[in-house]
């Protein structure tokens, strides 16, 4: 049967050959025999055309005289051999004799032949002939039968000896070839195959041993190739899987079913999938995206990015909801993965819960004044925009409302700040009761509110609002144990009847206020434009200040601080003075806020600082003692770089800057940047200045908030010592300043010191220096050289 199996191409060979060699027989045969049939049979009937011919004379002669017995002998010696088997003679009436072989068989042919008298002239009977061929047709079956036979042989022995040939010399080889090259180890190195048989010259099976070997060999080389690729690549996946185990993001890689691939350790933990099998899962199966804020589930993601290849990043408006475990807020990275490989997608994320829930926090300050919890100016302006577009759109009007309480500082300075905190929330909290739902208020600080009231037709609504806020706040405000009564003044721009930006309707709004304030108070004032020569005022005044900081039109004054136990000075302050202002001399308080506004005010302070070490080195040589001067620093320039610049460069010209100079800052100057402010104030104490803090008890910081800070000095308001004398709730509060101010290690000045009692009382509650018209008024250097000279 093996022998069978290798031989399955020799044996079609020598099927096809028989069944080809025996067609082609048959067909010859076929042929041959009915061509040497067809030979027979015309021999058979010559001859007996011949026997006719030959007998012709004896038979007319015989039928001429009606001899019946010679005619019948003719005619039986005539039937005796060859194909004519019966033959009758007739006249025109009747059959006059007849022969018919004995054997006669089968009769293939008959015909007539015409008897002709002897002398020829006219037929006398006619010969029926008739022939039968079946000696031929035995002879021609006896030949066929072995002609078959013969050529039999021969096909099927030809046949066998073509089936050899194509064996050994093809098949067997082939078989063998087929063999080595299946049983072959294709990462077996250097695997060849080999054909084991004796020719002289190559043939198509060399060709084909050459081809596969060859084939062979450039596999082997791809495959060494791959491999060591491979191995590369799994090197590289090993490395690659360290790292994104290491990640704290999480790493899902996805195939193009959005199928998971892989996913890192920290996946994992955020999925709390630690101990399950997540590779195989759908993305879905494992965790939902769902949108902030509306919470709407996020579906399809992975198939967007897989399907139209663009990668979706997301932070602060989505959360991923484990489908076991907990929702959190996540900054997501869904990635198309490049077309090769198995990968559609990868997907990077992590949890920002904390960093969410801080910004938001971060945002509500921003956005929020934290006494009173209402918007800021940043509210106002993010959502002042918004409405101005809307009314632009609808093409309706908007009130702004610019609210300020008349009398507040009172209030705040008389009974303190926790009281004025305590108010200022309670009017928030009635503002927001009397406009909700139809309009919205921010504060501005201090005790100035703004108002919005947007979607409406005329400045009517406004001023009826207007009127309503102004009763509410009327309304007595009960702080236990106090009753309290404030007025407001408000005023009101329209969009876009008086402006049609933000800082055109919040300024007109403010400007409005004050014309109300001016007039009456306890008034609302709608915008005019006659209101703007205020601002017109102002602009002069900016030109005036920039002339006059160019021509050196600015002096400085000097005011004493005492020493109260002994009535001596203690030190001086510089105040600034513009004697050429525009329309004679304005106050520093006018002229300082806009200087600020401006920037001005850098130059200004520098100025300042500047020319107080020139007179406080003049005052040195010519008292023979220093006499330090404190320099007022404005919040801008302290919070400016000039500043320290500044000092650096008076600290070059003399080197003991901080026995002639101090430095007084108000409290809103500390306000702010932390880090920074303390950073600051702890180069100046590098100087070895002295820091006052200026006007305390009117900003909003406490003792406890300064101790932070390198501070040596508070100077207490005048407001607080106007009325010292007539008022215990005064005196009670700068006691407490004073005591808790220097069990804090600060020095109290108390300002605006003007009666002898102030003295006396301050003397009482121990307070150690003050300033004020009782003991000197600001002056010119001359007059404090003149004056100090002697003591
Ligand atoms: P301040 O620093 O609180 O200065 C004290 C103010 O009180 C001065 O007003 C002074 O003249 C006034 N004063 C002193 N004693 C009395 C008194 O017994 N009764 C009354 N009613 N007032 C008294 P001035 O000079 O008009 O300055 C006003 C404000 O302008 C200053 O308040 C200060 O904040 C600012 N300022 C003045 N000069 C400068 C300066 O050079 N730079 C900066 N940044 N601000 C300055
Ligand atoms: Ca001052
Ligand atoms: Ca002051």
New binding site residues.
């Given amino acids: 049967m093996s022998f069978l199996q290798r031989s399955v191409l020799a044996l079609r060979v020598l099927l096809w050959v028989l069944a080809v060699s025996l067609g082609v027989f048959v067909l010859a045969t076929g042929l041959g025999v009915m061509h040497e049939r067809d030979r027979m049979l015309m021999a058979a009937h010559g001859d007996v055309q011949k026997t006719l011919n030959g007998n012709m004379g004896a038979i007319a002669v015989a039928l001429w005289s009606y001899d019946t017995p010679s005619m019948t002998a003719l005619l039986r010696g005539m039937t005796q051999s060859g194909a004519l088997v019966k033959i009758d003679i007739q006249d025109d009436q009747a059959v006059l004799a007849s022969a018919t072989r004995v054997d006669a068989g089968r009769v293939d042919k008959v015909w007539t032949v015409p008897v002709m008298a002897p002398d020829g002239k006219k037929q006398i009977g006619t010969l029926s002939v008739s022939e039968s061929y079946v000696e031929v047709d035995k002879h021609i079956q006896a030949a066929t039968v072995t002609l078959v036979i013969t050529q039999l042989v021969e096909v099927i022995g030809l046949a066998f000896i073509i089936f050899i040939i194509v064996y050994r010399l093809i098949a067997r080889h082939l078989h063998a070839l087929a063999e080595d090259v299946v049983a072959l180890d294709p990462s077996a190195p250097g695997a060849v195959v080999a054909m084991d048989r004796d020719r002289v010259f190559n043939d198509e099976l060399d060709t084909l041993v050459t081809a596969i070997n060859r084939y062979l060999r450039d596999r082997s080389e791809e495959m060494d190739k791959r491999s060591a690729a491979e191995s590369s690549l799994r090197e590289h996946m090993a490395e690659i899987e360290v790292m994104l185990a290491a990640l704290s993001d999480g790493v899902i890689a996805v195939d193009g079913e959005c199928r998971v691939r892989y996913a890192n350790s920290a996946a994992r933990n955020f999925l709390n999938a630690y101990d399950r099998q997540v590779e195989g899962m759908l993305l879905d199966e494992l965790l939902h995206f769902v949108l902030e804020p509306d919470g709407r589930l996020l579906d399809g993601l992975c198939r967007t990015v897989v399907v139209e290849g663009v990668p979706v990043h997301m932070r602060g408006n989505v959360r991923i909801r484990p489908t076991t475990g907990i929702e959190f807020d996540a900054k997501v990275s869904a990635v198309p993965a490049p077309d090769s490989g198995d990968v559609a997608m990868i997907l990077v994320f992590t949890d920002i819960s904390a960093e969410i829930s801080k910004e938001r926090q971060i945002e509500f300050q921003a956005f929020h004044d934290p006494l009173t919890r209402l918007g800021n100016r940043s509210l106002l302006t993010r959502d002042l925009a918004r409405d101005i577009d809307r009314a632009a759109r609808q093409a309706s009007r908007l009130a702004v409302l610019c609210l300020d309480l008349d009398n507040f500082k009172n209030i705040n300075d008389a009974l303190g700040h926790g009281v004025g905190d305590v108010m200022l929330r309670q009017l928030a909290q009635r503002l927001l009761a009397l406009v909700a739902g139809s309009a919205w208020v921010t504060r501005h600080g201090g005790d100035e509110f703004i108002v919005v009231l947007p979607d409406i037709e005329d400045g009517e609504q406004a001023a009826t609002l207007a009127e309503q806020i102004m009763v509410e706040i009327a309304r007595p405000f009960r702080i236990e144990p106090h009753e309290l009564r404030v007025t407001s003044s408000i005023g009101i721009s329209l969009y876009p009847d008086h402006g049609v930006t933000i800082a055109e309707l919040v300024s007109n709004a403010d400007m409005a206020m004050y014309e109300a304030k001016r007039d009456s108070r306890n008034a609302y004032r709608f915008y005019e434009l006659g209101l703007l020569h205020r601002s017109t005022e102002r602009l002069s005044m900016e030109n005036g200040l920039r002339v006059a900081l160019a021509e050196k039109q600015f002096a400085l004054v000097f005011q004493p601080k005492t020493t109260i136990a002994t009535g001596r000075i203690n030190s001086l302050?510089a105040l600034l003075r513009w004697p050429g202002a525009p329309g004679g001399a304005i106050s520093p308080a006018v002229f300082i806020p806009v200087a600020e506004d401006t920037g001005l005010i850098i130059e200004i302070g520098a100025w300042v600082l500047r020319e107080s070490l020139f007179v406080a080195r003049r005052l040195r040589e010519q008292l023979g003692y220093s006499l330090p001067i404190?320099v007022?620093v404005s919040p801008i320039q302290f919070r400016s770089e000039h500043l320290m610049n500044n000092l650096e460069l008076l600290a070059s010209i003399e080197p003991d800057l901080a026995e002639l100079l101090e430095i007084?800052l108000t409290e809103s100057a500390l306000s702010g940047n932390i880090p920074e402010v303390t950073k600051k104030l702890n180069k100046l104490k590098e100087y070895g200045f002295k820091i006052a803090i200026?006007d305390f008890g009117t900003g909003y910081s406490s003792l406890a908030y300064l101790k932070n800070f390198p501070i040596d000095i508070l100077?207490i308001d005048q407001a607080f010592i106007r009325e010292l004398h007539v008022n215990a709730q005064d005196k009670a509060i700068v006691g407490s300043i004073v005591q808790l101010g220097k069990s804090l290690g600060f020095d109290i000045v108390a300002e605006g010191v003007e009666e002898k009692e102030h003295v006396e009382i301050l003397a009482d509650l121990g307070c150690d220096l003050a300033q004020g018209y009782w003991f000197a008024r600001p002056m010119p250097e001359a007059d404090v050289i003149a004056r100090y000279r002697q003591s």
């Fill in positions: 302050e404190a007022n007084e200026d100077k």
